[in-house]
């Protein structure tokens, strides 16, 4: 078993959709998540950052971070083609190297 | 916000000779460096862990003698690669890590796309 799995997608929306990405985890030292954007051939983009349990809020993106379950959710509000992108969930126990998941292709058509 | 500029972004190279890809933290000390390498449609690979001032640490199965980590000062690791060859052609990520008063988070470059001709 990974200790990171995502769904790679793709995922195909209509513009204005609301996206849904989740990750699911095996190791109950992650501490910190993280959701990365990244455009082909680019580096990735960090979005979101959240530290523990909760949720976190950024303009039309939100993260949550449920640690008893083991799962991370990025939701997308009234999506645009400019979304279009693979998303990368990321997580780590401290000041340790990121452990990735594979990454979901999110295409949104206009 | 933290910014790490990598460069270059792409290189073209003959088989058997050397590329060195440098990452730089423009406004912040990185006192950690990673180094990824990604293939098409597929996550980061982390090669290596570069600690500025001492040996980097390398993932199970990565070479090296091949890939070249230094990271000799808080804002500059390099990353080389030795006797290229055609399957060392792929896409070349490093990234630092940023600690500041109530936040934290991993910084990337925009990348290194090496084609060994």
């Known amino acids: 078993q990974k200790e990171v799995e995502q769904d790679p997608g793709p995922l195909s929306v209509p513009e204005g959709a609301i996206v849904s990405l989740n990750c699911t985890y095996s190791?109950?030292?992650?501490?910190?998540f993280m959701w990365y954007r990244q455009y082909s051939r680019k580096g990735p983009e960090l979005l979101m950052y959240?530290?523990?349990?909760g949720n976190k809020e950024d303009g039309r993106f939100t993260a949550q971070v449920d640690k008893s379950s083991k799962y991370i959710s990025l939701f997308i509000r009234d999506s645009q083609p400019s979304d279009s992108a693979t998303y990368l969930c990321a997580m780590s126990g401290g000041f340790q190297k990121l452990v990735f998941g594979t990454g979901t292709r999110l295409l949104v058509s206009p | 916000g933290a910014v790490v500029s990598q460069h270059p972004s792409r290189v073209i190279c003959k088989s058997g000779t050397s590329v060195k890809i440098e990452c730089r933290s423009l406004?912040?000390?990185?006192?950690?460096m990673f180094w990824y390498r990604q293939f098409p449609k597929q996550s980061l690979m982390l090669m290596a862990t570069s600690n500025e001032g001492s040996k980097a640490t390398y993932e199970q199965g990565v070479e090296k003698d091949k890939f070249l980590i230094n990271h000799a000062s808080l804002t500059l690791s390099t990353l080389t690669v030795t006797s290229a060859h055609p399957e060392d052609s792929s896409f070349y990520i490093c990234?630092?890590?940023?600690?500041?008063?109530?936040?934290?988070?991993?910084?990337f470059g925009s990348g290194t796309r090496l084609t060994v001709v």
């Open positions: 406004d912040f000390q990185a006192t950690t």
């Open positions: 190791n109950s030292a992650f501490q910190y």
């Open positions: 959240t530290y523990s349990s």
């Open positions: 990234s630092a890590g940023v600690i500041k008063t109530y936040t934290y988070g991993y910084t």
